[in-house]
């Protein structure tokens, strides 16, 4: 079970709010989920899939911990999931505050290739789960946030992309993924700008190398030598914990943060300031 990325002790923070978060069941998106939950929100797990690995899954985590949750499957590049996602979300609980587009996908991790041997499948694939299942995210749960009543900070809503520092970076043998997170930090900013009159915020979060089931089995991390190199290419020496990501996602969500929008926000350990 994945420790609180947030003390319990501390001031609930999303005390009240509904939360959507896609990719839910596992790594940053399951840190998400709990720390939200732990902040005093209702949490709407979603995923392609309501199996993994770990011995209970997220929303199972929630209720027995107290928390109002529900899962609601959703491939987040079909459109008719996303739409379904959203109206579970709004029938089961009145409205959205939070929507966490998180899920995404690296098959380049397993198989490294250059531009010139990439195949056209894959970019078709992780382009249709990381840059075309945040636009139709963002796209309707922005649709629903701007009609429904602000609260009383006069927030109608906040929409958080996870992004990548591959969305503000460049590396070789991986262009579909570098790809699809350039987009998602480019959508973030043109939605901010739409959504801004309405009062809803939409931010990026682009976090470093974190220690999940994405990079934990990508053969280029096990390899001692270049495991060392990447812990040192981060200022903090060393990869992250998804965590770390979860805290700065608190914020976000939160009334703290009254006055950002269309911000890609690295969470990485130093890696991009050098």
């Known amino acids: 079970m994945s420790s609180s990325a947030v003390p319990n002790s501390a001031p609930k923070r999303l005390q009240g709010k509904v939360a959507v978060i896609t990719g839910s069941l596992s790594g940053i998106g399951r840190a998400i ?10 949490v ?13 899954q997220t929303h199972e ?4 911990e107290g928390g109002t949750t529900t899962f609601c499957k959703a491939d987040v590049s079909q459109t008719d999931d996303m739409k379904a996602l959203v109206q579970t979300a709004v029938d089961k609980y009145g409205r959205i505050d939070i929507f966490v587009n998180n899920a995404g996908i690296a098959p380049e ?36 946030m701007i009609e429904q009543d602000p609260l009383p900070s006069g927030s109608r809503g906040r929409i958080i992309n996870v992004a990548s520092i591959a969305g503000l970076r460049g590396f070789g043998m991986a262009a579909s993924y570098i790809a699809s ?42 390899d001692a030598t270049i495991r060392g190199a990447l812990f040192a290419r981060h200022a903090f020496r060393g990869i992250g914990k998804p965590d770390y990501i979860a805290n700065a996602a608190v914020f976000l969500a939160s009334d703290e943060n009254s006055w950002m929008t269309g911000v890609s926000l690295p969470v990485d350990g130093g890696y991009t300031c050098q």
């Open 44 to 56: 709407v797990c979603s995923d392609i899939s309501s199996n993994n690995a770990e011995e209970l």
């Open 109 to 144: 991790g397993q198989h490294p290739a250059p531009i010139w041997d990439t195949d056209e499948s894959t970019w078709d694939q992780v382009l249709s789960v990381n840059s075309r299942g945040v636009f139709l995210g963002t796209k309707y749960a922005s649709r629903q």
């Open 33 to 42: 989920a709990l720390a939200y939950h732990r902040e005093g929100c209702t």
């Open 181 to 222: 997170k350039h987009s998602v930090c480019g959508l973030t900013k043109a939605a901010a700008i739409d959504c801004a009159p309405y009062g809803v915020q939409v931010n990026a979060l682009c976090p470093g190398f974190v220690e999940t089931p994405l990079i934990n089995e990508a053969p280029f991390i096990q």
């Open 61 to 64: 985590i929630i209720s027995k």
